[in-house]
């Protein structure tokens, strides 16, 4: 158990629509990432947020959007859905400040299927 | 950009048997993640190197940083069923607190 919560566990959608992933990061947790998995593939590197703010993007479009709260939850929305959007979604929390080296703790990730 | 590969894609052990799995940067290492991963689920936090040389163990699992920063292994001693999963090893991205993975050994340990 790492503390790291994400709803829902399965979703499926049609292309075009629109979606809001959940997560719950460990209480003290101020740096939450989200990662896309595809089948087969790690982990690659969405974006981060530190303190609400947007804190690093990686090599995804804008319609991958977040957003964190202060009671240690956030949010991945994807807009215009297509078919390589499915994947394992997972976050991932961990303690402190930005450009810190410090252990991420994951979620068990929300599985999205685009039809 | 840095990438890390990871050998073999997937291994196959009676239970019992020692294995291990490698993996290899193009570039300095500022932070080395070993993850477990069950199909389908999170990632499981086994162990963190930084240091050149650093090694550390929990229960059956070694993991050792070589001296470059630049590969890293995780020994299992005597694989049970329970040893059975995807493993991942991540990297800092250099100046960021973010990580970039390889792509995992799936393991299959046989009763």
């Known amino acids: 158990e790492t503390g790291v919560t994400q709803s829902p566990t399965h979703l499926i959608k049609t292309r075009g629509q629109q979606v809001t992933l959940r997560c719950s990061s460990q209480?003290?947790?101020?740096?939450v990432s989200w990662y896309q998995q595809a089948l087969g593939q790690g982990p690659q590197f969405i974006f981060q947020y530190y303190r609400e703010e947007e804190n690093g993007r990686g090599n995804f479009p804008p319609r991958f959007s977040g957003l964190q709260f202060p009671n240690y939850s956030s949010e991945l929305n994807v807009n215009a859905l297509e078919l390589d959007d499915s994947a394992l979604y997972l976050c991932?929390?961990?303690?402190?400040?930005?450009?810190?080296?410090?252990?991420?703790?994951f979620g068990p990730g929300t599985r999205l299927l685009v039809l | 950009s840095q990438e890390l590969e990871q050998s073999p894609q997937s291994l196959i052990v009676q239970e019992g048997k020692n294995l291990t799995i490698n993996c290899t940067s193009s570039?300095?290492?500022?932070?080395l993640y070993w993850y477990k991963q069950k199909y389908g689920e999170g990632l499981i936090f086994l162990m963190m190197?930084?240091?050149?040389?650093e090694e550390k163990s929990h229960e059956k699992i070694t993991a050792k940083l070589d001296e470059k920063k630049q590969q890293s292994s995780l020994h299992i001693t005597a694989s049970q069923p329970s040893h059975a999963g995807i493993y991942l090893c991540?990297?800092?991205?250099?100046?960021?607190?973010?990580?970039?993975f390889g792509t995992g050994t799936r393991l299959t340990v046989i009763p």
């Open positions: 991932a929390s961990s303690p402190g400040g930005a450009g810190d080296q410090e252990t991420q703790y």
């Open positions: 991540g990297a800092d991205a250099a100046g960021a607190n973010n990580l970039f």
């Open positions: 209480s003290g947790h101020n740096t």
């Open positions: 190197l930084q240091k050149g040389g």
């Open positions: 570039k300095t290492l500022y932070g």
